[in-house]
């Protein structure tokens, strides 16, 4: 499956001005833009299975295509939402438990990237992997 494999960030595209929108403190958004974050995605059917590891945490998570699930942010933001699959895109449709307010996430495959892009509030940031 395309999205299958270990992804490692490479970079981050206005990641700063995403996480001041989403309230993150200013310390909390230096540490997270040098997170050396590394995704590892398993595929099956409409199943993924998710590890995330970083500087600060280390977590796993199953999601299957449009069925709501909870997820924690790194700094502790509390999501509901879904996954879906367009194509070769996966949309992520979240909300945050806090003030309701849509968080809207896709990952697309290319070349040899993954870009996991963001917009909450009118902003707009992406960051992308490279495949390990």
């Known amino acids: 499956m395309t999205f299958n494999g270990t992804w490692k960030v490479i970079r981050n595209e206005n990641y ?18 040098h997170d ?25 998570i199953d999601f ?8 924690s942010l790194a700094d502790g933001t509390e999501l ?3 996954w879906t699959l367009e194509g070769d895109v996966l949309k992520g449709n979240f909300k945050r ?3 309701g307010k849509q968080l809207l996430t896709t990952r697309i495959v290319q070349g040899d990237e993954l870009i996991q892009s963001y917009n909450y509030e009118g902003v707009d940031a992406k960051r992308i992997f490279k495949r390990c």
């Open 97 to 99: 438990k806090d003030n």
């Open 16 to 33: 700063e001005k995403f996480m001041e929108e989403m309230g993150i403190n200013m310390v909390k958004r230096k540490l997270a833009a």
């Open 36 to 60: 050396n974050l590394k995704i590892t995605i398993e595929q099956n059917g409409d199943t993924f299975h998710v590890k995330e590891g970083s500087n600060f945490r280390t977590l796993e």
């Open 80 to 82: 509901s939402g879904t």
């Open 64 to 71: 299957t295509m449009g069925v709501n699930f909870d997820y």
